[in-house]
């Protein structure tokens, strides 16, 4: 990883495969200087995302199989937990209680425990959760399943209730904030309550909007100008924060790393 001082802004949260041009978006983020989360949806995506971020010094890919796919694609549960052997990142995985996902609920919940105990067992894992319609009983699997010390959950464009923040916190979870949270008053209540320390910013792009287009990893610079403006901080202060919790993941990532070539 690049050292942290060099870097311009964070997305931690990014479907870049799915951009309309993945090749120049990363290029783009490598220009700029921000470091990007490429998220994936199937383990089937990993391998073009890890040969497209190979050689990057500010964009990394994740391994994950979204909650909304898990009820037609559980059977790569399997070919995930061999992939994450060879990333210290896992996402985007979770669970989606929303009424279009939540028949199989069920299915979600055995492949989001199977991931969850695997990056307890294998160490050194950061992972980029979605909880919508289900903040409560993702924390809980957290706390049940994923000791800080050994994970790192980030709770991506979390929705869920004030105490179910606070739960979240208490679980050690950190928490990615997107545009789209900024503009609503939901998000802005998160954004208020959340401690400064559990703090990262992140796009969703391209599914999240603002001002009417798609998000784009450069929308993280001026996110942490909108966060302390609700916050009622110095811009200043909460970047230095920001680029603190980052650097907290990206040791644990490192070793992570170390870890595995250990295990080769």
């Known amino acids: 990883m690049t050292n942290s001082r060099t870097?311009?802004?964070?997305?931690?949260?990014?479907?870049?495969?799915?951009?309309?041009?993945?090749?120049s978006l990363i290029a783009d983020c490598e220009r700029r200087r921000i470091f990007t989360l490429a998220v994936t949806t199937t383990p089937k995506a990993w391998p073009q995302n890890r040969k497209w971020t190979a050689s990057c010094r500010y964009v990394r890919a994740a391994v994950g199989l979204h909650p909304e796919l898990a009820g037609g694609r559980h059977r790569e549960t399997d070919l995930l937990?061999?992939?994450?052997?060879?990333?210290?990142?896992?996402?985007?995985?979770?669970?989606?209680?929303?009424?279009p996902h939540r028949e199989s609920l069920p299915i979600q919940r055995r492949v989001f425990g199977a991931i969850l105990d695997e990056a307890a067992r294998l160490g050194g894992k950061i992972l980029t959760i979605h909880s919508r319609r289900a903040a409560a009983e993702v924390i809980d699997q957290i706390g049940q399943r994923a000791a800080p010390g050994h994970v790192i959950s980030i709770l991506h464009w979390f929705s869920g209730t004030e105490n179910e923040l606070l739960a979240g916190v208490a679980a050690g979870c950190m928490f990615s904030i997107n545009p789209a949270m900024a503009a609503s008053k939901g998000g802005r209540a998160i954004i208020e309550t959340l401690p400064l320390d559990r703090l990262l910013t992140e796009t969703d792009a391209p599914f999240a909007e603002i001002a009417g287009r798609r998000t784009h990893?450069?929308?993280?610079?001026?996110?942490?100008?909108?966060?302390a403006r609700i916050r009622r901080q110095e811009e200043d202060e909460v970047r230095a924060a920001i680029a603190q919790?980052?650097?907290?993941?990206?040791?644990?990532?490192?070793?992570?790393?170390?870890?595995?070539?250990?295990?080769s």
Do not use: W
């Open 7 to 23: 870097i311009a802004g964070y997305d931690f949260h990014c479907h870049v495969d799915l951009h309309k041009d993945p090749i």
């Open 217 to 227: 990893s450069a929308d993280v610079m001026d996110l942490v100008g909108q966060i």
């Open 245 to 263: 919790n980052a650097a907290r993941l990206f040791a644990f990532a490192a070793l992570g790393a170390d870890a595995r070539k250990d295990m």
């Open 81 to 99: 937990k061999l992939c994450m052997r060879e990333t210290a990142y896992v996402g985007e995985i979770g669970l989606d209680g929303s009424p």
